[in-house]
């Protein structure tokens, strides 16, 4: 199926980024990205360094505390981000707390203290609680609205990207000053033993300086920046000036009355000021539970905020909305209440509220008890994997390797997700992956092997990732929108809270365990109290993976082993039924109705927003989409063949449906594209069939041969009573159309009397509603039948993975 990768197309990417402040503010975020994986990484390995000759559990402590003060800071704090929240210059607030930041990270090595180190890392996450609605706030000032969808999502790639990215610099850093000693020392292996030992305190000081002159660079871009609207705050109301030419894009919101929050937002652009009237998409639409909507995601609106407040990765699914809105700071002249200021998510708050309004079916609450229970995969091993790399004689480098393929792997596992295993049902996809990822980190932690272990851990970080992306392909044909973002929302603050704690415990009872020798015989088994936690956490999640799967998974009519072994084998099971074999990849949807029903209005907005999906869409109609076709289409509705037989006007359709089928739709359906068709056999049924009185049996058998039985997979049938349809186009024009008002009204009732016959494959809508309306019926229908929605959501889960800011 053609659509957009996971982490938004490259297309989509250079589009954004062809904005120039955009261009800058994504280097800048990049850096502070990199920079804090970078500091993350540095700060851990530091603290095992500064406390190697202390006694084990002091020296868990340290590590436990600096993940702490890395941490804990953008989950505990997160309330102290709001209030920062535009009080201050964006892009001075910016440029001051990425300075302080790389300030602070340079001068830990040069202290050299676990104090400093840690009182200076928390300092760090301080600025940086301030820094995050800043850049949230630059990124919907530089980005017009049209394209902050793809902005949040580069963001998000970038933000998740560098964590890998982070790993790999910390481990070059470290195997090159570790070379450095080697060499400064000289001569025989016991040397270099020796001048690792005395070079470990460089290993980390280097990716520190690394890390605090990137938060310089970070700094020096943001700085680049064009000016923020200082005047915001300051200008007195009637001098309100025109935003300057300079950056186009900007918008001046138009701040709400402060006292009703769901009151809709108004907003504008310099070139679309008309846009002023118009309110936000969905505000409104969901007033019931306007109360709890300001609790996760920082909604507004039902919409997630731009970006939340929450550094680690701002929650913003593919294709929502993102509304400058509230969360906007005042335009010119508009001093905002401050009630009405950039409003942060509240982590705590979501997970207090936690996932209640989520888990309204067994299938969605398996699925969260699924997809918050691997999450410990990946953060038991970067909170032990510093001291497990030590125990397998691997130092920082060691740490690196496996922080990285933990994150790399889970990343891979998204964007792979889809295409693994594709045989198997998207059901058992998602506890077999948990089970995969949870087996995985048991033998890591049973066995105390270097490369084995960074091989393992990868393939436990792929089979986390696969679960998500599964969890979240499942939780996209269960869920509405609305609640689903809030269900992301919550997921996002777990998995955040996850790995602080067990960042912190994780080291701790690593060290309360104790690393033990046992003898069996002759061997010795060397059980590192590292080693113990992992099997732990293996545990966590092969206990939550069974809990949940058994919810999602109801069970099939083929034992899981067999469907397993087939899916391993890439081939569909043998017994699987033969329209499942035949089955193409592509999805083929049909608007029927009578004349003026809103067929082709419809055709054209489904195709925008499936387009925007990222779905490659063939719009078509009947008659007239091929050459012959087209000559076809002449001969039909050509008032001169008025009198033409019932029957050769039925196969002049049928012709025509069967160039089009072989022609148009079916190389479309192979290639995986959403066809949409403007009437199918259908209209040959109800206008050939129950108009002009033939017999629908032998019209569907000609129609079936003419096609090779190919059937829709959902046909939307616009229903509406022939002379209000007749009264749209202004009048009657063609030969069909010029018939009598009781050969419509057959027509009519052949249609529904086809949708009756079958109303699982049919949507009837009553198509006086607004057009948009009917969109919107038939978006909800459709989206469970869609090929996997996975880019949406594996780029909005990014979001909850890395504890570090976009
Ligand atoms: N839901 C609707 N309500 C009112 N008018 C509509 C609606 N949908 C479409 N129209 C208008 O009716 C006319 C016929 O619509 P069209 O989509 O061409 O119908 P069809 O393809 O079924 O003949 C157009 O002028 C269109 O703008
Ligand atoms: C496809 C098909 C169309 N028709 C008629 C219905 C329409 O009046 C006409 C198609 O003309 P068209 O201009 O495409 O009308 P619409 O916009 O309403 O689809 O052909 C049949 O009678 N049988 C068929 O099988």
Redo the contacts with the bound molecule.
């Keep these: 199926m053609s659509r957009s990768a996971p982490f938004g197309a490259p297309g989509e990417a250079r589009g954004v980024l062809a904005i120039k402040p955009f261009r800058r503010l994504w280097i800048s975020l990049s850096l502070s990205s990199l920079g804090d994986w970078l500091g993350l990484l540095a700060l851990v390995a530091l603290a095992a360094v500064l406390t190697r000759d202390l006694d084990p559990l002091t020296r868990s402590f340290a590590v436990a505390g600096a993940a702490a003060v890395k941490l804990g800071p953008p989950v505990l704090l997160s309330p102290l981000s709001g209030l920062l929240a535009d009080r201050f210059d964006r892009r001075l607030t910016m440029v001051a707390t990425d300075a302080l930041r790389g300030l602070l990270y340079l001068s830990i090595p040069i202290a050299g203290r676990l104090d400093w180190l840690l009182i200076a890392g928390f300092l760090a996450e301080i600025a940086a609680l301030a820094w995050s609605p800043a850049k949230d706030a630059a990124l919907t000032d530089l980005v017009p609205k049209k394209k902050l969808p793809q902005a949040a999502r580069l963001g998000l790639l970038t933000a998740y990207g560098a964590a890998p990215v982070a790993a790999a610099l910390f481990a070059l850093l470290a195997s090159v000053s570790w070379l450095i000693g080697a060499a400064v020392q000289g001569g025989s292996t016991d040397a270099a033993d020796s001048a690792a030992d005395a070079f470990l305190n460089p290993q980390a000081d280097a990716a520190l300086y690394a890390a605090g002159v990137v938060f310089v660079a970070a700094a020096v871009t943001a700085w680049l920046l064009p000016a923020a609207r200082r005047e915001s705050l300051e200008t007195p109301p009637t001098a309100a000036p025109k935003p300057s030419g300079s950056a186009p894009t900007r918008e001046v919101p138009v701040a709400p009355p402060p006292d009703n929050e769901r009151t809709t937002p108004l907003r504008t652009t310099d070139q679309a000021a008309n846009e002023r009237t118009a309110p936000l998409a969905t505000t409104g639409e969901h007033a019931a539970d306007s109360n709890e909507r300001t609790a996760p995601l920082a909604t507004t609106g039902g919409q997630p905020a731009a970006g939340g407040d929450d550094r680690t990765a701002p929650l913003v699914p593919a294709g929502a909305e993102i509304p400058p809105g509230p969360e906007m700071p005042p335009g010119p002249g508009e001093r905002r209440p401050a009630k009405e200021r950039f409003q942060p998510e509240n982590l705590l708050r979501t997970l207090w509220q936690g996932g209640r309004f989520a888990a309204t079916t067994p299938l969605v609450r398996g699925l969260l008890t699924g997809m918050a229970g691997v999450f410990p995969a990946v953060a038991a091993v970067a909170g032990v994997g510093r001291v497990h790399a030590d125990g397998l004689g691997a130092g920082n480098a060691g740490f690196a390797v496996l922080f990285g393929a933990a994150f790399a792997g889970m990343a891979l596992g998204m964007m792979a997700g889809p295409r693994i295993l594709r045989h198997l049902s998207r059901a058992r996809l998602f506890g077999v992956a948990i089970a995969a990822s949870g087996i995985a980190l048991l033998v890591t932690g049973l066995i105390p092997n270097m490369a084995l272990a960074a091989v393992l851990v990868a393939a436990s970080g792929v089979a986390a990732g696969v679960s998500w992306v599964t969890g979240l392909t499942l939780m996209a044909q269960e869920l509405e929108d609305d609640v689903r973002t809030r269900t992301l929302g919550y997921l996002s603050a777990v998995a955040r809270t996850q790995l602080l704690l067990v960042m912190v415990a994780a080291p701790l009872l690593a060290a309360a365990i104790g690393d033990h020798s046992l003898r069996l015989g002759e061997l010795t088994y060397e059980f590192l109290g590292t080693g113990a936690v992992l099997l732990i956490a293996a545990v966590a999640v092969l206990v939550a993976g069974f809990l949940g799967a058994r919810r999602v998974d109801t069970g099939g009519e083929v034992p899981l082993r067999r469907e397993l072994f087939a899916a391993l084998r890439g081939v569909p099971l043998p017994s699987a039924d033969a329209a499942e074999e035949k089955r193409l990849p592509g999805t083929f949807i049909v608007l029927e109705g009578?004349?003026?029903?809103g067929?082709?209005t419809q055709v054209g907005q489904l195709s925008v927003w499936l387009r925007e999906e990222g779905f490659e869409v063939v719009s078509t109609?009947?008659?007239?989409s091929t050459k012959l076709g087209m000559r076809l289409r002449a001969l039909?509705?050509d008032r001169e063949h008025t009198g033409m037989s019932a029957r050769a006007?039925a196969l002049l359709?049928a012709a025509?449906?069967a160039e089009h089928v072989s022609k148009v739709i079916l190389p479309a359906l192979r290639r995986g594209a959403i066809v949409i068709s403007?009437?199918?056999?259908d209209?040959?049924l109800a206008?050939?069939g129950a108009?002009r009185d033939l017999v629908r049996a032998e019209v569907e058998r000609v129609n079936e041969w003419a096609t090779g039985e190919l059937a829709p997979d959902l046909t939307v049938l616009l229903d509406i009573p022939p002379d209000e349809g007749l009264a749209r186009l202004g009048g009657s024009t063609?030969r069909?159309?010029a018939e009598s008002a009781e050969f419509h009204a057959r027509v009519r009732k052949g249609f529904r009397d086809l949708a009756d016959r079958d109303p699982a494959r049919y949507l009837v809508l009553d198509a006086r509603e607004p057009a948009e309306e009917i969109t919107r019926a038939i978006q909800r229908r459709l989206r469970p039948i869609l090929p996997d929605p996975v880019p949406k959501d594996a780029e909005a889960i990014t979001g909850m993975l890395p504890t570090i800011k976009e």
């Design positions: 009578g004349e003026g029903a067929k082709s109609r009947e008659p007239g039909l509705l006007e359709y025509d449906r403007d009437r199918y056999i209209s040959t206008y050939q108009g063609d069909i159309e």
